[in-house]
């Protein structure tokens, strides 16, 4: 809901701090690894029972997350290698900060780091159901639990110190969302071949160009009648 609302927004403010990095020489790899150094950051935090430290390790791996694909849009540096690199850095700190969270858990119990480990589990599913949709050629986004959400409610959760009801309520809602793109994917996806589109079937072209390559005495033709033709240019037609 958030990165459909209120994303666009935001990068819209942030374009100026974004060219401003840009012109200084900050590549947007380079932030892709801040926002991934700030999540690390923000795990140890998190496990030594540092938890406001933990706000503000996320609100800066945010600002990071934010600020990479406005400064590759605006640099003109956007492709295939750093979206890749953008979404593995994403997932690799989903796991260290919900793992942050698992450790500090078990401090004091021995079952509710899997409650932070369910909550990672669901995370992972729900990018996972969004990257193969869109391999697929189909749209899997929305949700009540997208990657904004998660950081919003974790964020929560450690300023009020109120973690435990947080990941609660995360687990249900990442499961509704992990249901949502599931049957939103699958109805997509089960729509008749008719309206697909064509696909190109190499045994029927190859028969073409077997039915229709020149011969050799079709292309002993073609070269007479051009030596014929630059010998004897034909006539322009008269004007009306």
Same mark, same amino acid.
């Given at each position: ?26 590549? &947007? ?168 589109? &064509?696909?190109?079937? &190499? ?38």
């Amino acid at each position: 809901m958030l990165d459909r609302r209120w994303r666009a927004r935001v990068e819209r403010g942030l374009g100026p701090l974004g060219r401003a990095l840009g012109r200084i020489g900050i590549t &947007p790899d380079a932030l892709t690894v801040f926002g991934l150094a700030c999540s690390i950051a923000t795990a140890v935090a998190v496990a030594s029972g540092h938890l406001l430290l933990g706000v503000v390790g996320i609100a800066l791996a945010g600002l990071g997350d934010l600020l990479d694909g406005n400064l590759a849009r605006s640099s003109g540096r956007t492709g295939p290698r750093g979206s890749f690199f953008d979404s593995v850095a994403d997932r690799v700190s989903d796991a260290v900060v919900l793992g942050g969270v698992g450790w500090y858990f078990g401090r004091e119990s021995a079952t509710l780091p899997m409650l932070a480990f369910a909550v990672a589990a669901l995370s992972m599913l729900i990018s996972y159901e969004r990257a193969k949709a869109e391999a697929l050629g189909l749209e899997a986004r929305g949700g009540l639990m997208e990657r904004a959400e998660r950081f919003v409610l974790l964020g929560v959760g450690m300023a009020f110190d109120v973690l435990v009801p947080v990941l609660w309520i995360m687990l249900v809602l990442c499961t509704v969302t992990v249901v949502h793109r599931f049957v939103k994917v699958w109805s997509a996806a089960g729509r008749p071949l008719d309206d697909a589109r &064509p696909t190109a079937d &190499p045994a029927r072209w190859r028969g073409w160009w077997e039915s229709h390559r020149p011969t050799a005495r079709t292309r002993q033709r073609t070269t007479r009648r051009a030596r014929t033709e630059r010998r004897h240019p034909t006539r322009r037609r008269a004007r009306a």
